[in-house]
T-cell receptor, first 109, second 114 residues
Framework: SQQGEEDPQALSIQEGENATMNCSYKTSINNLQWYRQNSGRGLVHLILIRSNEREKHSGRLRVTLDTSKKSSSLLITASRAADTASYFCATDEAQKLVFGQGTRLTINP | EAEVAQSPRYKITEKSQAVAFWCDPISGHATLYWYRQILGQGPELLVQFQDESVVDDSQLPKDRFSAERLKGVDSTLKIQPAELGDSAMYLC????????????FGQGTRLTVV
């Protein structure tokens, strides 16, 4: 079962631009996490935001959470070629860590 | 830096054969996850352990898949018999506890069934 759904499925931007990805989920959550996956590799944790938080920053990453709309967004500012990857949101659903289908981000030089 | 170890990295097996994957989580991590990821899709949770107990295996095809985590440390995921549709990346992850902590992933095992 997939709790989160990312939007868009694919995003292609120029280096230096900002990239925004969205995640919607269905049930109540305690926290929401974002992960990055480079092609053919394991996932790497980026940031965790708790249900009582509305915004969180980590370097060039900014995550927002709107529990009333059951949605979250991940903003990557000043994108770099190395940011090319797939990005997934994950929620804790009934004590399970459940991932969405991901957004494939391509940064063009 | 502590890592989640998985082996093998790649496995090619024939249809109807048995195959097994091994995972060694980060020391002290109570929660261990096995995910299956088909190319272009998100990871699908197959089984989740808390120590040696199964927390969830609702998506595990139990007629052919089995998973164990003896002594609550490393874990083995087995498929018998393998089918063509099992070709995928199998990812293992661990976390300190079930809720509110990040999961650390291994590099995965790429399975090809021919």
């Amino acid at each position: 079962s997939q709790q989160g759904e990312e939007d868009p499925q694919a995003l292609s931007i120029q280096e230096g631009e900002n990239a925004t990805m969205n995640c919607s989920y269905k049930t109540s959550i305690n926290n929401l996490q974002w992960y990055r996956q480079n092609s053919g590799r394991g996932l790497v944790h980026l940031i965790l935001i708790r249900s009582n938080e509305r915004e969180k920053h980590s370097g060039r990453l900014r995550v927002t959470l709107d529990t009333s709309k059951k949605s979250s967004s991940l903003l990557i500012t000043a994108s770099r070629a190395a940011d090319t990857a797939s990005y997934f949101c994950a929620t804790d659903e009934a004590q399970k860590l459940v991932f969405g289908q991901g957004t494939r981000l391509t940064i063009n030089p | 830096e502590a890592e989640v170890a998985q082996s093998p990295r790649y496995k090619i097996t024939e249809k109807s054969q048995a195959v097994a994957f091994w995972c060694d989580p980060i020391s002290g991590h109570a929660t261990l996850y096995w995910y299956r990821q088909i190319l272009g899709q998100g990871p699908e949770l197959l089984v989740q352990f808390q120590d040696e107990s199964v927390v969830d295996d609702s998506q595990l095809p139990k007629d052919r898949f089995s998973a164990e985590r003896l002594k609550g440390v490393d874990s083995t995921l087995k498929i018998q018999p393998a089918e063509l549709g099992d070709s995928a990346m199998y990812l293992c992850a661990s976390s300190l506890q079930t809720r509110g902590t990040e999961a650390f992933f291994g590099q995965g095992t790429r399975l090809t069934v021919v």
